[in-house]
C-alpha cells in the first residue's frame, strides 16, 4: 500500500514539474533571445571600449602600456619558471634518495683507484 502512495506521489511530481515547464518554456525562450547579446565578444568589446576611455589609455602612449604589461607578464613567467625548477631539483633529490641512487655515488671508487693499480704492476 505504501508504494502506491510513494508511486502517486511520484507521478504528481513529475506531471506537476511537466505542466508547469510547459507553461513557462516560452519565457525561457524568450529570455535567451533577449540574453544573447552578452558573449565573451560583447564582454572583451566592452571592456576594450571601457580602456579605450580610460585615463590611463588617454596619458600614456598605447605601446608605452602594452610594454610595461608584457614586461610584468614575462617578469611573472620568469618567476614561476625559477620556483618550478627548484620544485624539479627537489623532487629529483627526493627520489634519489628513496631509490637509494646517493648511496651508490658514494660506493663508487677514489679518484687515484686507477693511479694504484698502474703502481702495482
Known amino acids: 500500500m ?25 519565457y525561457i525562450r524568450s529570455e535567451v533571445e533577449e540574453q544573447r547579446g552578452f558573449g565573451v565578444k560583447d564582454i572583451v568589446q566592452s571592456f576594450v571600449e571601457q580602456f579605450k576611455q580610460s585615463k590611463l589609455f588617454q596619458r600614456h602612449a598605447p605601446e608605452k602600456v602594452l610594454h610595461k604589461t608584457l614586461s610584468r607578464a614575462r617578469i611573472v613567467a620568469l618567476k614561476m619558471e625559477n620556483k618550478i625548477a627548484f620544485w624539479l631539483e627537489k623532487l629529483r633529490m627526493r627520489a634519489q634518495k628513496k631509490n637509494g641512487a646517493v648511496q651508490e655515488e658514494e660506493k663508487k671508487l677514489p679518484g687515484d683507484y686507477w693511479e694504484r693499480l698502474k703502481g702495482k704492476k
Open 2 to 26: 505504501h508504494y502506491l502512495i510513494a508511486f502517486a506521489v511520484f507521478v504528481g511530481s513529475c506531471t506537476g514539474i511537466y505542466l508547469f515547464l510547459r507553461k513557462k518554456i516560452f
